[in-house]
């Protein structure tokens, strides 16, 4: 089973044009992390980020190649410095000491823990093939959009669902711990902890894999809110809706297009999306209903790289196309799979999802199709940054009428608010291009 170190190997190794065992060397690289009282806080929090993707230490007498200095303290070794600030009004990280001192609202510090977290990453594995991360670089707060007042009021979540227990939903979660939150909040997801998936999932550790996410997710977090109930489910979001009813609020973190096309069939009253292209973006989506602007569908629509993967998976595990698009491995699709894999136990597959059993045999190499390469994980910065600007993306459908629907943030520079952009509906989409769907949407929360 892939474990979480190679996760961050193959993306490396990916983006960087290597072997996997070269990337996995460049990643044994060491950070010395230094910091004054007032920044300790967020020197962990940027800290956490780092340590699962490199190897970071608060011990001057280790051997490291990057110092990052957090606040206004000297550095410790001869190692190349980086030096971290933070005050109420943004947060920067540079090459030469900073004035810059102050208190930062939790969640905006949170969101510049991965923008630090990002600079420290392209110091300590210097290669120009890496997204670029130009030096001083500086995260204006004003730019998320969020007015301070609304990160001092308090928020039920009840009606609320967070669809996705995987790493953007960790960085949500994670980030929600920073505001006045009660209620309660079902996570809806059926699979399982993979080996990888502690790369990235802040809340994991090698002990939860084999466990279902929902359940691993929200036990892990439940100590972080103290007013908010976190509830599990393991099932699908469409088994969960046409049980307890439409959704006043999707928070949706899954990792399918196809997943998200059928969330937004279920009309859900407000949508708040998340999700992110390997280490290269995050995009986030938001409408409400009735929304004459573009759905998750119009955001998400079937393009032909979603076939040609399908397709490779079907042909990989030796099932049909139709039994990929159902998702999850039935005893029937398990007893053909098997026949490819022997010495297999079949029972161990049924209820897995088809793109994690392929993902996971592409690790081993038990796969040899021509486009058997798997999806890769990003960075755990780049899932916590997602996560957290779904939370200001929630924050600022609670608190103003956005008159955007779509940000599109480059995880190795900074959010930028104009290029925020209000997406219109496409004129064949598959859902709401139907006449009935504006009918549907305004008898239910018209």
Known sequence: MINAAQENARMLASILGLAEDEAAARLEQTILVTSDAQCAGWAREIS???????????????????????????????????YASIDEQGASVTTQPQKRKGDAPPLFAAIAAASVAAAALAAVIDDPALPSVSLPHA???????????????????????????????????????????????????????????????????????????????????????????????????????????????AIVTVDSRRA?????????GRVLDASTTDIQAVIVHSHKQPNPHACLACIYKHIPDEFAREQAIAEGLGVSLDMVREAFITPEAASLISRHQPGRDPQQWVGMAYDSLFKQLCGEQALRTP????????FAFVSMLAGALLVCEFLRSENSAASTNYWAVNPWGTPISRVRRLRGRISDCEFCSRPEVDAAALELWG
């Open 260 to 268: 998200r096309r059928s969330i937004q069939s279920e009309l859900p």
């Open 139 to 249: 995260l204006d707060f004003n730019q998320l959009g969020v007015p301070m007042a609304a990160l001092d009021r308090q928020y039920d979540l009840s009606g609320s669902v967070l669809i996705g227990a995987g790493a953007v939903a960790h960085g949500f979660v994670r980030a929600l711990r920073h505001l006045r939150v009660l209620g309660e909040l079902p996570i809806v997801d059926p699979k399982t902890v993979g080996g990888g998936n502690p790369n990235r999932c802040l809340y994991l550790d090698e002990t939860d894999v084999g466990k279902n996410k929902s359940q691993a997710l929200a036990q892990r977090a439940q100590k972080d809110f103290d007013q908010l109930r976190l509830l599990p489910f393991v099932e699908e979001y469409r088994s969960y809706a046409k049980r307890v009813g439409p959704t006043r609020t």
């Open 371 to 378: 486009e058997g390469k798997q999806v890769l994980a990003p």
């Open 48 to 82: 956490e980020l780092l340590e699962r993707t490199v190897n970071v230490t608060f011990d001057p007498a280790v051997n490291t190649q990057v110092e990052l200095i957090v606040g206004d303290v000297q550095p410790r070794s001869n190692s190349r410095c980086l």
